[in-house]
């Protein structure tokens, strides 16, 4: 097969191409990149492999950096592009179910792509849009099928995350798992739990936010890899709950995949989930408050409290949620309100402490933070303005009274 107009990601990569063939050595595009132009997706990274052995490449190209030279790959600037440029190897046996114990740069096509995971990613494609198709990648994409390349089995113990990348990309386009690919993904799920979790997290997240995540939800659970991933364990009544969301509505962004999984899970430590899966402290704290407002519009509207202390950007995600759980929803009327309000952290106050302590002439104590609190509050739901005199009086006021009730 040859592509005969071929995107302009890679028109403007063939001046690399030259550069390696003209210096003696094989150059091909790779992976991902072909295969989305038989899929005719958006083209994102074109990565290019070669005969050059690294040290030959740097010898090739002015300016290069060294980003994964151990394992064959320079990055090359070239005309305000970058593109990493990786030798043909090979990989020995994987102790470790996740990296090779050793790497050998070799001069074979072929080699290079008899390692790879699925044929759909084994293809290769030549300056002239010549497809190198050795593994039948072409035939797996028009079956819309996630075939592993050769043994399924051994590709799965040489590198365990490549199971969850097969659900991710189930997810992402719409294939299907093919019979033998499924049945090794089935025999070796264990394995995940070799790898890190910080590697599982990535595709687990791409694989929510697929245009089909249903389809990689499904293989995720009838796999049973979800045993083997944190808070996950024999949670397969609660992930089916996903399959029964409006896929047609896409999840957008990571915050709200947490926020729709804790829920539907029904995960009451959400701190601790995701601590599991070694998020941020921001996503954290964002899912938590999340998670909490979710449950509270099951039976309440946004109050003036709910909008300060969970702020714009988290309300979106609870917005957006409920959108997808086929709950009432209006995103842009509640941050509206929420815009409308006086301030939106005590911040904002037209005072601090370093202005009432001295217009009160006391000393700093804990009387100061009641005083704050309680001006915040009043600024919040408008007993009185945000003026900088007004809460000077009105913290004279509250002053006076405490000590009166003392």
Same mark, same amino acid.
Not at 31 to 55: C, Y
Not at 389 to 400: D, G, P, Q, Y
């Given at each position: ?60 190209? /002015?300016? $290069?950096?060294?980003?994964?030279? &151990? @394992?064959?790959?320079? %990055?090359?600037?070239?005309?305000? #592009?970058?593109?990493? !440029? ?92 093919? /019979?033998? $690919?499924?049945?090794?993904?089935? &025999? @070796?799920?264990?394995? %995940?739990?070799?790898?890190?979790? #910080?590697?599982?997290? !990535? ?92 449950? /509270? ?110």
């Amino acid at each position: 097969m040859i592509i005969e107009n071929l995107p302009q990601e890679f028109k403007k990569a063939l001046p690399v191409i030259n550069e390696i063939e003209e210096a003696g050595f094989e150059a091909y595009f790779v992976g991902g990149s072909v295969r989305d132009i038989m899929l005719n997706h958006q083209i994102h990274d074109v990565d290019i492999a070669t005969s050059a052995f690294p040290e030959e490449i740097k010898h090739i190209f /002015k300016k $290069t950096i060294d980003i994964g030279i &151990e @394992h064959g790959t320079v %990055l090359v600037l070239f005309e305000d #592009e970058q593109y990493e !440029i990786t030798t043909f190897r090979t990989e020995s046996t994987y102790q470790d179910y996740r990296r090779p114990d050793e790497v050998t740069f070799v001069r074979s096509l072929e080699e290079d792509l008899k390692r790879r995971d699925f044929t759909m990613n084994a293809l290769a494609m030549n300056k002239n849009g010549e497809i190198v198709d050795l593994f039948n990648g072409i035939d797996a994409i028009n079956k819309k099928e996630i075939v592993a390349v050769g043994d399924a089995s051994e590709r799965f113990n040489e590198d365990a995350l490549r199971m969850m990348r097969g659900l991710r990309f189930s997810s992402q386009l719409n294939f299907t798992l093919e /019979k033998e $690919t499924k049945k090794a993904i089935k &025999e @070796h799920r264990a394995l %995940l739990g070799k790898i890190s979790i #910080e590697r599982i997290y !990535i595709e687990w997240i791409k694989l929510l936010l697929g245009n089909y995540r249903n389809k990689g939800i499904a293989a995720f659970i009838e796999t049973q890899c979800f045993n083997y991933c944190p808070g996950l364990e024999n949670k397969k009544v609660e992930l089916e709950r996903f399959l029964e969301l409006d896929e047609s509505k896409i999840i957008k962004d990571e915050e709200t995949a947490w926020l729709l999984l804790c829920y539907l899970l029904m995960i009451e430590d959400t701190s601790t989930l995701l601590k599991q899966w070694k998020s941020s402290n921001k996503m954290i704290q964002s899912v938590k408050v999340g998670v909490h407002q979710l449950r /509270k519009r099951k039976t309440s509207d946004w109050s003036v409290d709910d909008l300060y202390q969970t702020g714009s950007e988290v309300i979106s995600f609870v917005e957006d949620a409920r959108n997808i759980l086929g709950k009432s929803h209006n995103k842009a009327i509640v941050l509206s309100k929420y815009d409308e309000l006086p301030i939106k952290s005590i911040k904002d106050m037209h005072v601090n402490g370093k202005d009432i302590i001295p217009f009160l002439g006391e000393q700093p104590g804990p009387w100061l933070g009641d005083v704050l609190s309680e001006l915040e509050e009043k600024v919040l739901h408008g007993i009185i303005v945000n003026n900088k005199e007004e809460l000077l009086k009105e913290a004279k006021a509250i002053r006076k009274r405490v000590k009166e009730n003392d």
